[in-house]
């Protein structure tokens, strides 16, 4: 899009809202029992300072500007921003009228202009992906994208084995125990290294996939959800294709977290959401099939459509036609800022914490410092305890005590853990506060 264009739609927006009401900067305490809304007025966001995307991160001025554009809440310090992204004010104006014009126009508007909107949200997301329309497909969310491409892939056999790793998201492990029963296929899994590395990720997919020369299907996340881990995707798929094991790719957390180009990753199928760090509104996904596979996956519930087109694999029924519309806004927002910029800022606010609390005896940070490993998302354990229990009284106490939203995870090999992610709303002073919070907790034993 246009600066020029982009310009437009932002004054639209803002003229289409209510006057501010005085004293509602992001988190100020007269925000305090009052519910956000596309009414308050937020300026417009500043030019982005010149300099490496690095430096920029750094320029506090300026990401306040942008902290500004999020109607937070100061209930809670949100570091938890991996469940689902916040709209900023734009894009939840954006929402807001086309929420309007769906229902005030309702079925007209549906079937004879809707199209046109459905149609520039698909460009822009493939555009974005760097891939073509054709191969680009709206789903739910990337949970409902990958069932659909681990349920519908026709290559396995009875003889063969399909694999996933420990940090793979429980519901694609679930879909892969499904599929494999199907075919009455062989399930094996290994157990990542802790905390990865780049060569030991990809020495431990190698060392799984010649002991298992029957692997047929691959499970692969780009960016975890346990820990933060980002995987070598390419590295791993050249692995496994030059083995004969096909590589279906969970990027749900990586589309606006780090920069995501599916063609640079090398896989032929991948499922990404866009209301987790896109921050578009709930509701929205989308599944990748190279144009060249197609065929591996089949058509969805007796479909009738042509078999070179992707929209013949996925049925969703009637999606929400004002989130899918808001996604060319939610792009608009997140290209303002600019991928590689926001993907500096969130990882440099994560490195403004996990660097104390690496030295705070007892806090056991499980994802490496090593670059390209690692976005916002970073997981610990605190004095050795990988229980369920004890990970949920500690985001508890974390919460109850000390004002920080975090969350336990389940899953990884040598125990639970406690998952903290920031967003762009979040200041380093944030992180601050959580590792006062480690360095207090530590000593007290938990």
């Given amino acids: 899009m246009s600066p020029t264009r982009r310009d437009f739609l932002r004054t639209a927006a803002l003229a289409s809202v209510a006057v501010a009401l005085p004293g509602c900067a992001a988190g100020s305490r007269s925000d305090r029992g009052r519910a956000a809304t596309a009414g308050d007025l937020v300026a417009p966001l500043p030019p982005r300072p010149a300099g490496s995307p690095e430096t920029v991160a750094r320029d506090e001025a300026y990401w306040s500007a942008v902290a500004a554009q999020y109607r937070i809440t100061d209930r809670t310090t949100n570091l938890e921003a991996g469940y689902f992204g916040m709209m900023p004010a734009p894009v939840l104006a954006a929402y807001h009228r086309h929420i309007d014009r769906v229902n005030r126009e309702s079925s007209f508007f549906a079937r004879t202009e809707y199209g046109a909107f459905a149609r520039e949200a698909r460009e822009r997301t493939a555009a974005a992906l760097g891939v073509e329309a054709g ?120 589309f606006g977290q780090v920069p995501l180009d599916l063609r640079e990753l090398g896989a032929a199928w991948v499922g990404v959401n866009l209301h987790k760090w896109v921050g578009a509104p709930i509701g929205v996904g989308a599944l990748y099939i190279r144009r060249d596979a197609l065929a591996a996956i089949d058509r969805a519930h007796g479909d009738e459509g042509p078999l070179d087109r992707i929209d013949s694999r996925i049925h969703t029924g009637t999606l929400n036609f004002a989130a899918l519309m808001t996604v060319p806004d939610a792009l608009d927002f997140q290209e303002e800022i600019g991928v590689p910029y926001k993907a500096a800022r969130l990882r440099y606010l994560r490195d403004a914490w996990v660097g104390p609390a690496r030295e705070i005896p007892g806090v056991d940070i499980l994802t490496p410092d090593e670059p390209g490993t690692v976005g916002a998302l970073t997981s610990f354990r605190l004095n050795g305890d990988g229980s369920r229990d004890g990970n949920v009284e500690l985001a508890r106490v ?39 919070a480690l360095a207090i907790l530590a000593e007290r034993g938990g």
Avoid: W
Avoid at 212 to 226: A, C, D, S, V
Avoid at 399 to 427: I, K, M, Q, W
């Fill in 135 to 254: 191969e680009v497909a709206f789903s739910r969310n990337a949970t409902e994208a990958l069932q659909t491409l681990i349920g519908q892939y026709n290559r396995l056999r009875s003889s063969d084995v399909v694999m996933y790793a420990d940090l793979d998201y429980p519901a694609m492990q679930q879909a892969m125990n499904a599929r494999a029963a199907r075919a009455g296929a062989e399930v094996v899994t290994l157990d990542l290294p802790e905390p990865g590395t780049r060569a030991s990720v990809i020495e431990a997919y190698r060392a799984a996939l010649d002991a298992n020369p029957r692997t047929r299907l691959l499970l692969l996340t780009h960016t975890n959800n346990k820990t933060g881990l980002i995987h070598p995707v390419r590295e791993v798929v050249e692995l496994a294709e030059a083995r004969g094991v096909d590589v279906i790719v969970d990027a749900a957390h990586s």
């Fill in 398 to 436: 974390l919460r109850e005590e000390f004002g920080l939203f975090t969350v336990y995870r389940s899953g990884p090999a040598r125990g639970d853990c406690v998952r903290v992610t920031p967003s762009l709303y979040n200041a380093p002073r944030d992180g601050e506060r959580l590792v006062q």
